[in-house]
């Protein structure tokens, strides 16, 4: 693989950090995962959302609260934030 130093704005860090853990991967993965997705070169039959991990909560009221944790990660809006 090769190797790229990005920049990412506080939020969008917070935000794949975030991802990360809740999938138990590397952000390196996560941001793969997101490149391949945008240009299309996912594999087929790969998830889009990580519904394994949103069990795997120590909150305890995640089913109740999904569509909130699924917002704060970024999923719903488009890819300006809007």
């Given at each position: 693989m090769k190797r790229?130093?990005?920049s990412l704005s506080p939020?969008?860090?917070?935000r794949?950090?975030?991802?990360?853990?809740?999938?138990?991967?590397s952000v390196s993965a996560v941001i793969r995962d997101a490149l391949d997705e945008?240009?299309?070169t996912?594999?087929?039959?790969?998830?889009?959302?990580p519904f394994a991990a949103?069990?795997?909560?120590?909150?305890?009221d995640v089913g109740i609260r999904a569509e909130e944790y699924l917002?704060?990660?970024g999923f719903?809006?488009?890819?300006?934030?809007r």
């Open positions: 790229i130093t990005m939020d969008l860090a917070y794949v950090v975030r991802e990360a853990r809740l999938r138990h991967t945008h240009f299309g996912a594999p087929e039959g790969k998830r889009k959302l949103l069990g795997e909560s120590k909150e305890g917002k704060d990660l719903g809006e488009d890819s300006l934030g």
